[in-house]
């Protein structure tokens, strides 16, 4: 069973320019979360969708959105890129919002 | 505050040399307690769930345990490939169902 995929592995963008991020979850989960982690830190929670639904929201500014797709895929937006966002994005998925959630390998992302 | 601390920051062991880690938290409504390994450059691995004060759960050499302020894993004889970041996470029952992370624990364990 393939776990979660996260694309693109690698990535690196200029400031102020946008970026998508998509994640695919553990086939039969419903529920995605997204994490920002800097390096030497524990990833920060940015968002949690449940049935396509936003359950929670980290604070992070609005230049971060999400949404997930019918097959509970989702994507993770950011806008007008700044250097601090230079980080690696980490998608999760759980079955349900409140179950361990299993961690996809990530996407690093370079602003430059 | 809600603060989850995990130490020590890092951890050197000889092969062998059995030790624990530590997390502390002071969170209200705590709904679990999860621990994760993670490899440079991957994502968090899934390691235990923790529910309950006194509950224990065990996977090859390492152990977790739970009270009401804090979590220990313990590691039992360790092998150079147990070499990892070790994070641990508390899911509020208050906030939703995100999960508040520590800074994490470097082990390295030397051959």
């Known amino acids: 069973d393939a776990g979660v995929t996260q694309s693109p592995t690698h990535l690196s963008k200029t400031r102020g320019q946008h970026v998508t991020l998509r994640c695919s979850p553990i086939?039969?989960?419903?529920?995605v979360s997204w994490y920002q982690q800097v390096l030497g830190q524990g990833p920060q929670f940015i968002f949690q969708?449940?049935?396509?639904?936003?359950?929670g929201r980290g604070n992070f500014p609005d230049r971060f959105s999400a949404r997930q797709f019918p097959n509970y895929s989702s994507e993770l937006n950011v806008n007008a890129l700044l250097l601090g966002d230079s980080a690696l994005y980490l998608c999760?998925?759980?079955?349900?919002?409140?179950?361990?959630?299993?961690f996809g390998q990530g996407t690093r992302l370079t602003v430059v | 505050e809600d603060q989850v601390t995990q130490s020590p920051e890092a951890l050197r062991l000889q092969e062998g040399e059995s030790s624990s880690l530590n997390c502390s938290y002071t969170v209200s409504g705590l709904r679990g307690l999860f621990w994760y390994r993670q490899d440079p450059g991957k994502g968090p691995e899934f390691l235990f769930t923790?529910?309950?004060a006194g509950e224990e759960k065990e996977k090859e050499r390492l152990k977790a345990t739970l009270t009401k302020k804090e979590s220990f894993l313990h590691i039992t004889a360790p092998k150079p490939e147990d070499s990892a970041t070790y994070l641990c996470a508390v899911q509020i029952s208050l906030t939703g169902n995100q999960f508040y992370f520590g800074t994490g624990t470097s082990l390295t364990v030397i051959p």
């Open positions: 969708y449940y049935e396509k639904e936003e359950r």
């Open positions: 086939s039969g989960h419903k529920s």
């Open positions: 999760a998925s759980s079955f349900l919002p409140s179950t361990e959630a299993f």
């Open positions: 923790l529910y309950s």
